[in-house]
């Protein structure tokens, strides 16, 4: 038996401080959780850094830009994705223990007004993506198919993980267009990356609800792999560490980098042994602390930029 689900979030600044009237939509975007707006955010730095890595050169004026307008677009298009997929998932999510207080399927948002957040929260990003080169605005309007799919896959595919992989690091191709990095084999590689890394996480997330995913017929990994949950994520974990490393050779980068890689293997492996499937509590702590994973491969990936002796 696995734990008793937790709650959609624990202690935090909106419910502590946010003022009564905006709680309802802070929580709508996710603004309680903020460890979503790391994972969506902390890839397009890193396509940033791998693009400065492989032209090497330092982080000029539009660089910076870059740096605070990806930090923008992430928190915003995280609430535009959450809100999204609460509209679409409103029925289950109130079937769902952890989800059910949500501000849609409660009744504290209608239907109407989340989409109007929806709307206003894109066309913000919206005006952030023309300032990007043409191929990354391009990259950022490709990527609104997958992101719209997305709430339909846990009901079609025992994989909606691996989706969310593809649709949460775009930013990595995203950052390395805008920072006019060369060659895209060492981003597409570090998108695979961070594909199978999204997957890991992702699934020892899906462990908080497998029991009421069951019962209302949600699809998971964390559900499709059962016993060899572990495994499975060890896996998946390998895997992105190997592409980030192929991703550090091609694009040339020296041994600081391969520190900072090590590093974040590293942290990958605490992971993997400390899970606990039938633990919900520690499955949550250990998906939050991807934060530091993303840090460490960005620092590796910074660390090949600035050259270091």
């Known amino acids: 038996m696995t734990s008793a689900p937790l709650p959609d979030a624990g202690r935090n600044w909106v419910d502590e401080h946010a003022p009564e009237g905006l709680k309802p939509w802070l ?19 890193q396509g940033i850094a791998l693009a400065l890595a492989a032209e090497r050169r330092a982080p000029a004026l539009y660089d910076l830009w870059l ?26 999510d109130a079937r769902v223990t952890r989800t059910a207080g949500r501000p849609i399927p409660s009744g504290r948002i209608s239907v109407k007004q989340a989409w109007g957040f ?30 719209a799919a997305y709430p339909f896959m846990k009901r079609i595919t025992w994989w909606p993980q691996a989706w969310l992989g593809l649709t949460f690091n775009w930013g990595a191709l995203m950052g390395f ?18 594909v199978f890394w999204t997957l890991g996480y992702d699934t020892i997330y899906a462990l908080q609800d497998i029991e009421d995913d ?21 896996l998946f974990y390998v895997v992105s560490v190997l592409f980030l490393a192929a991703a550090v050779t091609v694009a040339g980068l020296g ?6 890689v090590a590093l974040a293997a590293l942290h990958l492996v605490w992971q993997t042994t400390r899970l606990r499937p039938q633990d919900g509590a520690l499955a949550l702590r250990l998906f939050k ?21």
């Open 255 to 260: 041994v600081w980098a391969w520190a900072g």
């Open 27 to 45: 929580k709508l975007g996710r603004f309680d959780r903020p460890i979503g707006i790391w994972l969506l955010l902390l890839p397009g730095w």
């Open 118 to 147: 929806l709307v206003g929260c894109s066309l913000v990003s919206f005006l952030i993506l023309l300032t990007l080169p043409p191929v990354a605005i391009a990259l950022g309007i490709g990527s609104l198919a997958p992101v």
């Open 214 to 234: 069951a019962l209302v017929g949600v699809r998971s990994t964390a559900r499709r792999l059962g016993g060899s949950v572990r495994a499975g994520v060890a």
């Open 67 to 92: 740096i605070l307008g990806f930090a923008l677009g992430a928190c915003l298009m995280r609430a535009a994705g959450c809100a999204y997929n609460d509209i679409v998932d409103r029925d289950i």
């Open 177 to 194: 267009a805008a920072a006019g990095g060369e060659p895209w084999a060492a981003a597409l590689l570090l998108y695979a990356s961070g």
């Open 289 to 309: 602390s991807n934060r530091e994973t993303g840090i460490l491969s960005l620092i590796a990936l910074m660390l090949g930029a600035l050259r270091l002796p």
